[in-house]
């Protein structure tokens, strides 16, 4: 049997490695704090644009539209939510309550999901699917934390950590060939952008080749 996340071999019935497990286990912890000091991006000068400066007609929004999704109801919070419901729909639980603010539901969420990794890393059918989009939500929060300057997006990263995926947004700095994680540190040559592009992964092996 392997993985459902990333398709290691597992050496029992399971459906996530310990690798995923434990990078589960961490952005789920990080998930709350990451929400909170996403208030400090709202401004729209607190981050860089992703492409070159054009002619402004229209006056800015007040605050960064990404930023706000991502905190407002439909971004973090409900992603987080809508996979603590699904665990307890499968363990049989009646269906969690979505109340209070937002930061109170992300915590909760996510505690909630927390409390039962073990259950869910063993038997939660959907394990693989919420470890996989949790991932990439942990990285898009951490790309909105983290504003880079003018770049070229090649796709996410590909590096093992420990048997979890690091997953975090890779871009082209403006005037080099340079793609280094700006998570993990792994870095790609140009050779293996239309990979990472096209989603079908690299090991570590071939991507620092």
């Not at 789920?28 to 996403?38: G, H, R």
């Not at 950590?161 to 998570?183: S, Y």
């Amino acid at each position: 049997m392997n993985c459902t996340a990333c398709t290691a071999p597992l050496d029992h019935d399971a459906q996530l490695c310990p690798g995923c497990v434990r990078g589960l286990d961490v952005r789920l912890a990080e998930l709350p704090v990451q929400y909170l000091l996403l208030s400090t991006q709202l401004r729209p000068g607190a981050a860089r644009g992703d492409g070159p400066v054009a002619l402004v007609r229209v006056p800015p929004l007040p605050v960064r539209e990404d930023v706000l999704d991502m905190r407002a109801a439909g971004g973090m919070v409900t992603m987080l939510e809508d996979w603590r419901e699904a665990m307890q729909n499968a363990r049989g639980w009646g269906r969690p309550a979505r109340t209070g603010s937002i930061e109170r539901r992300v915590m909760a969420a996510a505690r909630g999901l927390q409390m039962n990794l073990d259950w869910i890393s063993e038997f939660f059918q959907g394990a693989g699917d919420m470890a996989r989009e949790i991932r990439h939500l942990s990285g898009q929060t951490a790309a909105l934390l983290d504003p880079a300057p003018p770049t070229l997006r090649v796709g996410d990263c590909a590096a093992d950590l420990g048997g979890d995926i690091c997953g975090a947004p890779l871009r082209v700095p403006a005037g080099t060939t340079d793609v280094r994680c700006r998570r993990c540190g792994t870095e790609y040559p140009p050779h293996m952008w239309m990979t990472l592009a096209t989603g079908a992964w690299a090991t570590p092996e071939g991507a620092a080749a």
